[in-house]
């Protein structure tokens, strides 16, 4: 099969690996039929993130059961299914508390399971899943999603689950008023979760045209430009001389921090869900005088995942809009560098059985 | 009148200082009837914080209204009230919505108010209360509290308000389990706050006796000796191999919140009050990797005040037995140095006229 490899810094690769075969009671094979590349596979990419050596990479994905272990009873060949970025076990107390991504058993996709099997990585046109049934969830009634479907349904595998992680973290709820920080896939995510569970008032911070109309249509009532404390004068006058209720920070850096914790009233709440890979402090002192809550990392996206999926099916949310460029599987590279650039905020790509 | 007076590490004096009078319309003047030695006011008197000019301080007493402003509707002559740590104003964005240490008006006792005038501090005989419909909370139908009641009633200043704050802030409640590190005032009231909020199991952090003894009569179920790592693998020993829901760090030191951390099982909470002043840091990594919900800080005891009141006149709660020494006010500098070689938990400190 073809599947995507990272071999270092700006050095993305297709090639050909072997087809994924069961090794586990527990395992399934999926046939991709949408993946895509995450922020996060930027961090590498870049070389923020050393890659010690060549891997598989890509954690979003959504396809078809081809085949199943003896030991897997919730999902069958046939059925299309969500992969959530991380693969849980779903029986520790882990799983069980609804915190997947610590599962006992927890495995990436494009490294090594528990068993020492290698797992193959979601940019590819087959994947070996282990531990199905506390992995992935199936779409039940769909089989053949037409591109708008699909493409929300691929987001419920990782940025619309880490968006409402971030709205969650942050304490989002009716009558709330949320800032937003980050314009990207999870940051515009998080406006349609902080809109769904019924903030009053959701203020983005962008300073791109594209990505701003994209917040306002998904929720945000105000669009900020301005950054750090230049943020917080602007939030303050927005909101009438009070800062926010809560902010969701999704980029991950200092920066980015820092101007979300800025923007926070006294006794507020700040969500994270930036992977911190640009030396993010929480200055515990400011935590401390001004009561703010913090919350939030890694989301469990497999925890949300019913029920984003039950609205996205209801057509109630369209996540899938954060996709603005679809490429076949074998231009992943260029995939990477329209990410890198920002000149796609997220990018799908289709295995070319499967591209139109 | 006579107040206690700070003049630098280890020179606490017992002065005669003007009786305070009316400066603003919204003032009352209070005639102390117990006041008390709070943990942080170990920071100066050990000179871990600087003490830049001599300054009264003492910020937890109750007392008799003597008189009152023009201003003021809630309070009277003859009430008697509570105090708690800081001064708020009740009414700005802040004060509504329950962070009254975030107040816009927020001054302390024992230093300024925001039309300049001084505040006395709270070790004294008297005391000028700036703002007093905002501040003061009058305890109905009391008058002459025995010294039990007074004790619990001197609680509801700081320490039990603290307490409380801590296991709101870890999210604390029915069938939770909750490590709470600190067997001061503050971490004993924490312990007697998680069994108020209905925590399944609560294990205590002390290497005392007497304190040990006391937490186990406020609701510890367990109590554990070892400290940072041998604390958390203790722990998980007691909870069938996982780790707690909930933490309460009521220290302030880098160890306290390291091993308060190192309690938390993935998803949990740590509710923090311990004045940082040891270096303490939240490590981003951690919190992210672990999905661990850091909340807490300066508690608004005022906040909790009326709720907490009810169940201290109630009886239900006695958080009182956490002070194990009274002394006259003009001992003051004995109460300092018992509470800082831990010979008490808790000094209660009476003016002359009170003394019994």
Redesign the interface.
């Known amino acids: 099969m073809r599947a995507v490899v990272i071999h270092g810094p700006r050095d993305i690769r297709v090639e050909d690996r072997p087809d994924p075969t069961l090794h586990a009671p527990g395992d399934a094979i999926v046939r991709v039929v949408a993946a895509c590349v995450c922020g996060s596979d930027l961090w590498p990419y870049r070389g923020v993130r050393p890659t010690a050596d060549p891997h598989p990479i890509g954690h979003e994905f959504v396809g078809v059961v081809e085949a199943v272990g003896d030991g897997v009873t919730s999902v069958s060949a046939g059925d299309f299914v969500v992969a959530p970025w991380a693969v849980s076990c779903g029986v520790c107390?882990?799983c069980l508390?609804?915190?997947q991504?610590?599962c006992d058993r927890r495995a990436s996709w494009g490294g090594t399971d528990d068993l020492g099997f290698p797992v193959d990585g979601g940019q590819g046109e087959r994947v070996r899943v282990p531990m199905a049934d506390g992995t992935l969830v199936p779409v039940a009634g769909v089989t053949d999603p037409d591109e708008p479907l699909l493409k929300s349904l691929l987001t419920l595998s990782d940025v619309m689950g880490t968006g409402h992680h971030a709205a969650l973290?942050a304490r989002v709820g009716p009558g709330r008023s949320v800032v937003v920080v980050g314009d990207g896939a999870v940051g515009l995510c998080g406006i349609l979760a902080a809109r769904r569970l019924g903030a009053e008032r959701i203020i983005a911070m962008s300073r791109h045209t594209d990505r701003a109309e994209l917040a306002r249509r998904f929720g945000a009532t105000d669009v900020v430009a301005e950054r750090g404390k230049a943020a917080a004068a602007a939030v303050r006058g927005l909101l009438g001389?009070?800062l926010a209720d809560s902010a969701l920070e999704c980029v991950g850096t200092s920066e980015s921090m820092d101007q979300a914790l800025r923007c926070v009233?006294?006794?507020g709440?700040l969500g994270?869900v930036g992977?911190?890979a640009g030396g993010?402090?929480?200055p515990?002192?400011v935590?401390?005088?001004?009561?703010?809550?913090?919350?939030?990392?890694?989301a469990?996206t497999r925890a949300y995942l019913p029920e984003l999926l039950e609205d996205v099916l209801a057509g109630s949310i369209a996540p899938g809009l954060v996709f603005d460029a679809v490429m076949p599987l074998e231009d992943a590279a260029k995939a990477y560098a329209a990410m890198d650039e920002r000149r796609a905020i997220k990018v799908m790509l289709r295995p070319s059985g499967e591209a139109r």
């Open positions: 107390p882990q508390n609804g915190v991504v610590a973290a001389g009070v009233r006294p006794g709440s994270f992977v911190p993010a402090e929480l515990i002192g935590l401390f005088s001004k009561n703010i809550a913090v919350a939030g990392g890694a469990s």
